[in-house]
């Protein structure tokens, strides 16, 4: 199975400033086929289910704040919150769909300083 | 508006048996793959099971084999998901979720909705 590792577990980020979050898969999830990565982004607030914010890695869902960002390819990849607001504090999973299992990061959860 | 709503959630004894379900509206069920996936109390998220549109590729996460089932009834907008067997591990939240389609309808597998989620408890 492929495993996704995030890092931080935790971070704290003052209000207006930028969040950073990273997601290492133990295979490339890249597909030179369709040149896409195979990664999703989903943030999740206490009792709620996730919300899918971003999939092929870089691709914004539709009504997700553009402050949300996705980059990297291969094996890296790391979601941004660029001017973090109190809405947005939650824990953020990444996503691997490449092939079954598909499995997810442990999480991070983002906290204001 | 798209909506999930899962069912079915309870305590059960250690080996026992539950049958969750998941009533979609919104969208034309029968034309999408739909997954169940599990989050422990506190914990993150585990991918349980997929089918597809006619349920001829169905796939399990290694420890729920032989003991869970999905199905699904594209008639009446209904996934399930049998849950044999139970172990204490298995207590979680259940979300049966949406694999996402671009707009030819071509799946991508990102879980574009969820439902709200069953609590399932084992425990003697």
């Known amino acids: 199975d492929i495993v996704m590792t995030q890092s931080p577990d935790s971070l704290a980020v003052s209000l207006g400033e930028r969040a950073t979050i990273n997601c290492k898969s133990s295979?490339?999830?890249?597909?030179?086929?369709?040149?896409?990565?195979?990664l999703a982004w989903y943030q999740q607030k206490p009792g709620q289910p996730p919300k899918l914010l971003i999939y092929?890695?870089?691709t914004r869902e539709s009504g997700v704040p553009d402050r949300f960002s996705g980059s990297g390819s291969g094996t890296d990849f790391t979601l941004t919150i660029s001017s973090l607001q109190a809405e947005d504090v939650a824990v953020y999973y990444c996503?691997?769909?490449?092939?079954?299992?598909?499995?997810f990061g442990q999480g991070t959860k983002v906290e204001i300083k | 508006e798209v909506q999930l709503v899962e069912s079915g959630g309870g305590l059960v004894q250690p080996g026992g048996s539950l049958r969750l379900s998941c009533a979609v509206s919104?969208?034309?069920?029968?034309?999408?793959?739909m997954n169940w996936v599990r989050q422990a109390p506190g914990k993150g998220l585990e991918w349980v099971a997929n089918?597809?549109?006619?349920?001829?590729?169905?796939y399990y996460v290694d420890s729920v084999k032989g003991r869970f089932t999905i199905s699904r009834d594209n008639t009446n907008n209904l996934l399930y998901l049998q849950m044999n067997s139970l172990r204490a591990d298995d207590t979680a939240v259940y979300f049966c979720?949406?694999?996402?389609?671009?707009?030819?309808?071509?799946?991508?597998?990102?879980?574009?909705?969820w439902g709200q989620g069953t609590l399932v408890t084992v425990s003697s």
């Open positions: 979720a949406r694999d996402s389609q671009d707009s030819s309808g071509n799946r991508h597998a990102a879980l574009d909705s």
């Open positions: 919104g969208f034309t069920f029968s034309t999408y793959w």
């Open positions: 089918m597809n549109q006619d349920a001829s590729e169905i």
């Open positions: 295979q490339s999830i890249f597909y030179s086929a369709n040149n896409r990565n195979y």
């Open positions: 092929w890695a870089s």
């Open positions: 996503h691997h769909y490449y092939v079954t299992p598909p499995t």
